[in-house]
């Protein structure tokens, strides 16, 4: 949901299999591969198995930021107030809190907390875990840096009993009700000093939270396994076990899909979700979510951070707000996601909030500043600005010197991939010297927050990547302030009037003037153009719906199933009258020739793939 968007591991494998697949081979290779990578059948048990080819990064709240991460805790874990499903609101009992209320000025906060919920290994839960999870959180001698904006204006948080918790804060708190912060243990996390916390500690399984699930089990690049908490106090889940499985490739998971391996799966391929979608048990949505994708620019500003090695025009706005007129987002849509997305214009999603309290700003049509693709526009940008071809060599120029900028895809991402050879044309043609990769996430991940000693040292031009975010507009609003550089922000970039607009809409209770400043925040954003942003990406669910009932659908139905951070699809879906066995049929006969070939590809994998070069994301 928050964090980055993250499509899976590598091509290694893909291109190890090409010449398997031209000999016929990718059922039985395709069977094999998954099932090798599948934890055993439970003998007598509901299983539900999810297909991703998003790898969890970590799963340790302060470390993790991979979206399949989250997705882990929203079911391992519980908030203090959760989200229905039906609309994603807010109210009480969904999460651990079963009413509150308010100070006439909006800055003393009381919660009642149920006293029917536990921790998964039998302790009791009440207000004091509650309490200490926010104070290890705001802790004056080492505030958490993965979730400190949410904490903007708390200023103490005490339990007066054991169902009672009390926040104050110095302002009135306008995203109280929307602070995605898993309740966290104190028997457990009490032990734990909060440098390690965020730095070094793997939460390793089993996990013990409180929620519906509790993860037991995980092999990285393969799978996670939770089992059912039968004493999950909202009641228990339909099934007994919910396994992810992670792919090394859509086409693998596609093809899963269709032989009943998993029960559903999460960003399946474009080019074969059609017909997957009209496969005779399976059944296809394409969800609006909360999130974007952008063209990101390195913005470090050089006396602040000398040891960045972005190029020196990204840190002019003249020279990236030049750049948006040579992107066509129309063409990106069409050709990069084939049509499972909707342009974009700024960081707040157009299209999932109701009209009464629509978060997002649209540029004025008309407007002769509205960005629009016309590269001719865009080379006027760019003389205007300075930056002209002295020599005729048809390369713009910085002080002399070509500008050359490197530009990185994904590659776990086709649709990265795709943007990154359409964005290489279109800056080619106006006269930049484009330097285009394609590498992995932990890569890409370890240059946006490289260091040299101790100095934090950027060391990328641009990048194509994407973000999810909250119901709430805050944690996506957050990504961009100054106090997110080396935390969540990526393009460190820093700007005065986007931070005090960041505070000023928190203690905004009013929701139309708080809507008011959310909207003057993106206009900050879209004429300094630290991003821009690309598309609103679907997401493309597929789901067995015949054999296995229960599916909930998020946000009035225009949302996902389960890949929402929201539990009720876990809790209800179950099995059908259809089906008859809930082991993974990736076990399959597989002729000898193919387990031979298996051999080769999975030696290849061996050689070819790379892990995450820190150690403290290493689940």
């Known amino acids: 949901m928050r964090g980055k968007w993250r499509l899976g591991h590598g091509r290694a494998l893909v291109i190890a299999m090409a010449g398997l697949l031209a000999a016929g081979l990718v059922w039985g290779l395709g069977s094999a591969l998954a099932g090798s990578e599948s934890p055993s059948p439970a003998a007598g048990k509901t299983v539900l198995h999810l297909g991703w080819t998003n790898d969890p990064d970590n799963l340790n709240p302060f470390i993790g930021y991979e979206s399949s991460s989250y997705e882990i805790w929203a079911i391992n874990y519980e908030l203090l107030v959760g989200f229905r499903a039906s609309d994603m609101a807010n109210v009480p009992g969904v999460g651990l809190a079963t009413k509150w209320e308010t100070s006439p000025d909006g800055k003393v906060w009381t919660f009642t907390i149920t006293d029917k919920s536990k921790w998964q290994d039998g302790q009791p839960l009440t207000a004091r875990d509650v309490a200490f999870t926010y104070n290890y959180v705001i802790n004056p001698a080492h505030p958490m840096s993965m979730f400190i904006d949410y904490m903007k204006f708390i200023t103490k948080v005490e339990a007066t009993d054991d169902t009672h918790v009390v926040f104050t804060c110095s302002k009135p708190k306008a995203n109280m009700l929307g602070l995605w912060i898993p309740i966290l243990p104190e028997h457990i996390w009490s032990k734990i000093k909060p440098a390690d916390a965020e730095k070094s500690f793997k939460n390793p399984p089993p996990i013990i939270g409180s929620g519906p699930f509790q993860t037991v089990e995980v092999k990285k690049g393969a799978f996670v396994r939770l089992v059912a908490n039968k004493d999950y106090w909202r009641g228990a889940p339909k099934v007994d076990e919910v396994i992810y499985q992670t792919y090394e490739n859509q086409d693998t998971m596609a093809q899963d899909l269709k032989t009943g391996a998993i029960q559903s799966g999460w960003n399946v391929p474009s080019a074969q979700f059609p017909t997957l979608d009209k496969g005779p048990d399976l059944t296809g949505i394409r969800a609006v979510t909360i999130g974007f994708d952008e063209l990101g620019f390195n913005c470090a500003d050089k006396k602040l951070y000398p040891k960045s090695t972005g190029h020196p025009v990204l840190t002019d706005p003249?020279?990236?707000?030049?750049?948006?007129?040579?992107?066509?987002?129309?063409?990106?849509?069409?050709?990069?996601?084939?049509?499972?997305?909707?342009?974009?214009?700024?960081?707040?999603?157009?299209?999932?909030?109701?009209?009464?309290?629509?978060?997002?700003?649209?540029?004025?049509?008309?407007?002769?500043?509205?960005?629009?693709?016309?590269?001719?526009?865009?080379?006027?940008?760019?003389?205007?600005?300075?930056?002209?071809?002295?020599?005729?060599?048809?390369?713009?120029?910085?002080?002399?010197?070509?500008?050359?900028?490197?530009?990185?895809?994904?590659?776990?991402?086709?649709?990265?991939?795709?943007?990154?050879?359409?964005?290489?044309?279109?800056?080619?043609?106006?006269?930049?010297?484009?330097?285009?990769?394609?590498?992995?996430?932990?890569?890409?991940?370890?240059?946006?927050?490289?260091?040299?000693?101790?100095?934090?040292?950027?060391?990328?031009?641009?990048?194509?990547?994407?973000?999810?975010?909250?119901?709430?507009?805050?944690?996506?609003?957050?990504?961009?302030?100054?106090?997110?550089?080396?935390?969540?922000?990526?393009?460190?970039?820093?700007?005065?009037?986007?931070?005090?607009?960041?505070?000023?809409?928190?203690?905004?209770?009013?929701?139309?003037?708080?809507?008011?400043?959310?909207?003057?925040?993106?206009?900050?954003?879209?004429?300094?153009?630290?991003?821009?942003?690309?598309?609103?990406?679907?997401?493309?669910?597929?789901?067995?719906?015949?054999?296995?009932?229960?599916?909930?659908?998020?946000?009035?139905?225009?949302?996902?199933?389960?890949?929402?951070?929201?539990?009720?699809?876990?809790?209800?879906?179950?099995?059908?009258?259809?089906?008859?066995?809930?082991?993974?049929?990736?076990?399959?006969?597989?002729?000898?020739?193919?387990?031979?070939?298996?051999?080769?590809?999975?030696?290849a994998v061996l050689l070819l793939r790379r892990r995450r070069g820190r150690s403290e994301v290493e689940a």
């Open 318 to 603: 003249a020279f990236r707000s030049a750049l948006q007129w040579a992107v066509d987002k129309a063409k990106i849509v069409s050709i990069g996601y084939n049509g499972n997305a909707a342009p974009a214009d700024t960081i707040v999603t157009r299209g999932y909030y109701s009209k009464a309290a629509d978060y997002h700003w649209t540029p004025p049509v008309g407007d002769p500043n509205t960005y629009a693709f016309d590269l001719e526009k865009a080379k006027a940008a760019l003389d205007a600005a300075g930056y002209k071809d002295t020599n005729g060599n048809g390369i713009r120029e910085y002080k002399g010197k070509d500008i050359k900028l490197r530009l990185y895809a994904r590659s776990e991402s086709p649709e990265s991939q795709n943007c990154g050879k359409l964005l290489t044309g279109w800056f080619e043609s106006i006269g930049l010297d484009i330097n285009y990769q394609v590498i992995d996430d932990g890569a890409l991940g370890d240059k946006q927050y490289n260091y040299d000693g101790s100095q934090y040292a950027p060391d990328f031009d641009m990048f194509i990547w994407g973000w999810g975010g909250d119901v709430d507009p805050n944690f996506i609003l957050s990504i961009l302030t100054t106090n997110s550089i080396e935390a969540w922000s990526d393009s460190v970039w820093s700007n005065a009037e986007y931070d005090k607009l960041f505070l000023e809409q928190q203690s905004t209770i009013d929701v139309q003037k708080r809507i008011e400043l959310v909207k003057q925040m993106q206009q900050v954003v879209y004429k300094e153009s630290p991003y821009i942003p690309l598309v609103y990406p679907l997401d493309l669910e597929v789901a067995d719906t015949t054999n296995w009932t229960g599916w909930v659908r998020a946000n009035q139905n225009k949302g996902a199933w389960w890949y929402n951070t929201q539990p009720d699809t876990y809790m209800a879906v179950q099995k059908g009258a259809a089906v008859v066995s809930t082991t993974s049929s990736n076990t399959g006969v597989i002729v000898a020739v193919v387990v031979a070939a298996l051999v080769i590809v999975l030696a």
